[in-house]
């Protein structure tokens, strides 16, 4: 899609981009896909949540330091630097800290150098001006220039006021919970029209005649998702405030919420928290290389943010709808797919991909990640039982990305904060509010505000839906 | 090795410690550097969770009375030498402490306590407000009147301590039990003989009541009321950035103290005066208040404008085990041998608590009078001779 | 290269074994985890990472997940700067007696 082109400085090198992208992707596409080291082995980190969420893509942008790029859109002219001396973490040295760790083990500075006191005060002399990530911003600093969510200017917050039922969230199970509450109702969500995170990719697939036939789980999850949205439009539309994200739970049952550049307050007397999932860092050896990401990172970088990807080399693995949902969006966009199918059951997927000439790999090896001029960061997929949430292959192929479709980890942080009660429930997925299976209010609040949690929050949709939904527990 | 007992707890004790914050694990260590040998730490939760984990680590000798003052100097020089004693790093840095104020009306008594600490050879100078920005450069003195600097005051990690003292007492042969809780006590004819918890019960005839805000649950299952009263503060903790600010910062004015920590962050707090005192700790909200967030940022980023950009990462909240004159209750009681109570730190257990712990340990091994025990034991309250210090902040 | 790590938390740089290991040497609770080895205390406070280490630590435990008591998560999701905060409206002090003890 054609839009202005603007150009920004990295490093003293100047780079030309879309202007309407972020700095992440704008760095990306300019082949530059490191943007941060690790504090302890100087590993090179990327674009990983693409939300905000991570510390992977903190830089120093226009003098502010520790500004998340990922969200931070491009302006003419921007500047941009990593925080570290990323010369220092050059291969050899990155070879070295790894290597030497087995040296420094967990917990060492506590007890090496501790006699005689003399040494003790020498040790933390040395150590100190170690710590920290970014350097104090300058007393004027410009980080109120720089729109959110890296900066947002002093302001008050405008009151929402009192409000029967906020639903945090509109994906499905948060507009199905919208249609079934009674009296006032406020659903936020950070995109700007109700479906949720994976509703742009739905649509994307389903512009290719044919595709979604071929791919049941994606035609059923799609349709559920558009049902909602249109019976949610005929309904309570006027209830619906895009571009919002809850910023922190304060008690007794108040939300301070972000709308663009504003925050805002808001107070309920239940509150449901159909926030989605985030992605969750699969466990396997080398899982911290740049470039390898969730599906939900996939579609914030593709959909809203344009990342081309046309050409580029991508792997898909896990499971899941998000799976197959990555898979053809990604072909869609024109990338080479490989695809790596693990999991017993998906007959119909399997023959759709290969019918359209997707890449199928369920081969044993391993796998690296190589960013343009720079060396390649070894990734081992260790074999498990096939299964949701479970990675299943060793591979062998070099990509520019590798979308790994995991476990979920429910968004449940704000609710905590609030007070709701949570514990793991690996029965259904993994780590959940307490009620959720049952439709329990997960909490009540001082003021009585009950916290009710569903989706993928939940790790299912509310009742009804289980039974049409596979896809969703495997989420 | 830091190795924390679970499964049930042992029959018989020379001594059970109640608490495992710092003044439990303190005071264990040293009953067992004066030859006690069966010790026994219980702890509800687990070693630190309660107030000692979660307080801003703060250490200063600039305090108003000479016993005060004699204490806290004490405790200075134990943490100078903590590392190399306990063979853990605790992380004692001593950036000293920069009390300033807004109000002459302060600087008479900020004058006098300088003048006091110095006779007991603490060097805190007086300082004028430009005297300020050689210490902490961004300072903004615009409405500064006075300050006080004492350079070998400082902060420690309070979970390094906690770490420390429990290996040092596992290396001792004391035992401490995590996820335990006291469920109820024995004594006969004013004599300690035991406790109950709920993984069993211990027979002993010495019990060392060093359960913070619970101390006062705990001396009342003996017959012992104290006086003592809880109050919630919070306190937050910011992104990490490079070393810039070398002080803990306080105010007097408006009860904000903050430095930032070997990590990098700035850590902090400021008093409120809307919290009410709970009579009970079961009723303290662990919950943030945005309240407190705003206030605080308020008050840091008028200090030091420089702040205005830098990102507060995540705020929580802690209890201070309050008396009525804020000055600890140490020693036993009149009619019940064995019981022992260490409490009521109001905010400076931490910084106090290794020295309380070494001279009740020394005062309930031999025996011998403690003068600073003596002045600090419950019956003061009643006698009417209560002492309080004119520095207390957060 | 040798062999590559398994990353728990990667704000912090905490690999799986390192936090086997602080296990290994007596912590056993995930708040203290957490504070020895650093997992969950970095710029994401714990997103990214905390779901994971709760469940590596009931598997080191031979718990049942939900027997895993969850480290405090605290405001804010999205960290804000001093002087957004100092700008906003301070509200009246909460009176919110009654809430049950916290064993967090």
């Known amino acids: 899609m054609a839009s202005d082109k603007v150009t920004i400085r990295f490093e003293s090198k100047a780079l030309t981009c879309r202007a309407d992208t972020t700095v992440a ?5 300019n082949g530059v896909r490191h943007l941060s080291h690790s504090p302890k082995y100087g590993r090179p980190r990327g674009v990983t949540c693409a939300r905000s969420q991570c510390t992977d893509c903190l830089m120093r942008v226009d003098g502010v330091p520790n500004i998340r790029v990922c969200e931070m859109p491009v302006r003419p002219d921007m500047e941009i630097q990593r925080q570290d001396a990323g010369a220092f973490y050059g291969p050899p040295m990155q070879k070295t800290l790894t290597t030497a760790s087995s040296l420094f083990p967990v917990g060492f500075y506590y007890k090496w150098f501790t006699k005689p006191a003399s040494l003790s005060r020498l040790f933390l002399r040395f150590i100190r001006p170690l710590t920290g990530v970014g350097r104090l911003p300058a007393a004027e600093s410009t980080l109120a220039a720089l729109p959110a969510p890296g900066g947002i200017a002093p302001q008050q917050a405008s009151d929402l006021g009192q409000v029967d039922t906020v639903v945090v969230g509109g994906g499905p199970s948060g507009l199905q919970a919208a249609l079934a509450a009674s009296g006032q109702v406020l659903i936020l969500d950070e995109h700007d029209q109700p479906g949720g995170q994976r509703r742009a990719a739905l649509a994307a697939v389903a512009a ?12 059923a999850a799609q349709r559920r998702c558009e049902d909602l949205v249109h019976s949610f439009a005929a309904e309570r539309a006027n209830d619906f405030q895009g571009g919002t994200r809850a910023v922190a739970g304060f008690a007794p049952g108040g939300l301070l919420l972000r709308r663009g550049q504003e925050l805002q307050t808001v107070r309920c007397s239940h509150l449901v928290w159909a926030a989605g999932g985030l992605d969750t860092l699969g466990l396997f050896p080398g899982n911290d290389a740049a470039g390898i990401i969730g599906p939900r990172a996939l579609y914030r970088l593709v959909m809203r943010d344009g990342l081309d990807l046309q050409d580029r080399h991508v792997l898909v693995t896990g499971g899941g709808l998000d799976f197959w949902l990555s898979a053809a969006l990604l072909a869609s966009r024109g990338a080479r797919v490989t695809v790596v199918v693990t999991e017993s059951g998906w007959h119909s997927e399997v023959s759709a ?26 990734a081992t997929y260790v074999p498990g039982r096939a299964g949701p949430g479970s990675l299943h292959a060793h591979l062998n192929l070099e990509a520019d990305l590798a979308v790994v479709c995991g476990r979920g980890k429910p968004a449940y942080d704000i609710p905590y904060q609030l007070g709701a009660d949570l514990s793991l429930q690996p029965e259904l997925g993994g780590y ?4 959720a299976s049952t439709g329990d209010p997960a909490g009540v609040l001082p003021g009585n505000v009950s916290v009710l949690t569903v989706g993928e929050a939940a790790g299912l949709l509310p009742a009804d839906q289980v039974a049409n939904s596979r896809e969703e527990t495997a989420s | 090795m830091i190795p924390l007992s679970q499964g049930p707890v042992p029959a018989t004790a020379d001594a059970v410690i109640v608490g495992g914050g710092i003044n439990g694990l303190a005071t264990a260590y040293e009953l067992a550097q004066q030859g006690l040998k069966n010790i026994v730490v219980i702890e509800k939760n687990y070693i630190g969770s309660g107030s000692t984990g979660r307080c801003g680590g703060g250490i200063r000798q600039q305090w108003t009375t000479e016993e ?11 943490y100078e030498g903590m590392s190399a004693e306990l063979g853990y790093q605790v992380f004692f840095r001593q950036g000293g402490y920069l009390m300033i104020t807004e109000s002459e009306a302060d600087l008479p008594a900020l004058r006098s306590a300088v003048e006091l600490q110095n006779r007991c050879n603490v060097p805190t100078e007086f300082l004028q407000p430009e005297d300020c920005l050689k210490i902490v450069p961004d300072l903004d003195i615009s409405r500064l009147k006075g300050a006080t600097f004492c350079p070998k005051d400082g902060t420690a990690y309070p979970f390094a301590v906690v770490w420390g003292y429990a290996r040092a007492c596992h290396r001792k042969g004391v035992r401490v039990f995590i996820r335990t809780a006291v469920t109820g006590v024995d004594s006969v004819d004013g004599r300690v003989t035991g406790v109950q918890t709920d993984r069993g019960t211990i027979s002993t005839p010495l019990v060392v009541n060093c359960a913070g805000p619970w101390a006062r649950h705990l001396a009342g299952l003996f017959g012992v009321e104290l006086p003592n009263r809880q109050e919630r503060h919070e306190i937050m903790v910011s992104e990490s950035l490079k070393p810039f600010l070398d002080p803990m910062v306080i105010s007097i004015t408006d009860g904000i103290y903050f430095s930032q920590s070997m990590r990098g962050e700035i850590v902090g707090g400021i008093g409120d005066p809307a919290e009410p005192q709970l009579e009970d700790p079961r009723t303290f909200d662990t919950r943030s208040q945005l309240r407190f967030a705003i206030r605080f940022a308020r008050a840091l980023t008028g200090l030091y404008p420089r702040a205005r950009g830098v990102r507060m990462m995540r705020q929580w909240a802690g209890m201070y085990d309050v008396t009525p004159d804020h000055r600890p209750i140490l020693g036993g009681v009149p009619g019940l041998d064995g019981y022992y109570h260490i409490c009521g730190f109001s905010g400076h257990g931490f910084m106090l608590g290794p020295m309380t712990g070494r001279r009740m340990a020394r ?15 419950l019956d003061r309250f009643e006698n009417g001779e209560l002492q309080a210090d004119a520095f207390v902040v957060g | 290269m040798s062999q590559p790590k398994v990353f728990l938390c990667k704000c912090e740089d905490v690999t799986l074994e390192e936090f086997r290991e602080a296990y290994r040497e007596g912590f056993t609770e995930l708040e203290s985890l957490k504070r020895y080895t650093g997992v969950g205390t970095g710029f ?5 990472c905390l779901s994971e280490s709760a469940i590596e630590l009931a598997t080191l435990r031979e718990v049942p997940p939900g027997e895993i008591r969850l480290t405090n998560i605290r405001p804010p999701a999205e ?4 002087g957004q905060l100092a700008a906003l409206d301070i509200p009246d002090a909460a009176t919110a007696p009654g809430a049950e003890e916290d064993e967090r």
């Open chain 1, 353 to 378: 991909a290969v019918d359209l000439k997707w890449q199928l790999n369920t081969g044993l090896a391993l796998a690296s990640m190589r960013d343009r001029g720079q060396q390649g960061i070894e």
């Open chain 2, 68 to 78: 005060n003052i004699r204490l806290a100097q004490e405790s200075v020089r134990m």
């Open chain 3, 79 to 82: 960290p804000l700067t001093f």
């Open chain 1, 208 to 219: 290719h005649d044919g595709w979604l036939d071929r791919f049941p789980v994606l035609a």
């Open chain 3, 44 to 48: 994401c406070q714990g997103k990214s």
């Open chain 1, 25 to 29: 992707v704008a760095l990306w596409e």
């Open chain 1, 432 to 435: 959940l509010p307490r009620g």
């Open chain 2, 363 to 377: 005062f309930i091994t031999t025996g011998r009078p403690d003068d600073i025990i003596a002045s600090l034991s």
